[in-house]
Nanobody
């Protein structure tokens, strides 16, 4: 059974940081690229960042470049999204995606 389970979301003040995790099971995580997406209320889901299967190629949406860092630990079947200098417009449900599968999402709320 394929599963992607995100965690680490929560409420944070503007300028704060959070680290999201995505634990994969049921498939060979190390053979798959991984991406993070987000969906804000009333908006379409948007791509945030992607990391290749071995971590050698990384790309970011312009809106998060220089503030977010995507990484992975294939030995732990886990991907990460370190988010810094958070803004209210970063408020969204964050999803991980790998091998064509989606996680259930974790809520991130940036508010004072």
């Amino acid at each position: 059974q394929v599963q992607l389970v995100e965690s680490g979301g929560g409420l944070v003040q503007p300028g704060g940081s959070l680290r999201l995790s995505c634990v994969a099971s049921g498939f060979t995580f190390r053979n798959s690229g991984m991406s993070w997406y987000r969906q804000a209320p009333g908006k379409e889901r948007e791509w945030v960042a992607t990391i290749s299967f071995a971590g050698g190629t990384i790309s970011y949406a312009d809106s998060v470049k220089d503030r977010f860092i995507i990484s992975r630990d294939n030995g732990k079947n886990t991907g990460y999204l370190q988010m810094m200098s958070l803004k209210p417009e970063d408020t969204a449900v964050y999803y991980c995606r790998a091998a064509g599968y989606w996680g259930q999402g974790t809520q991130v709320t940036v508010s004072s």
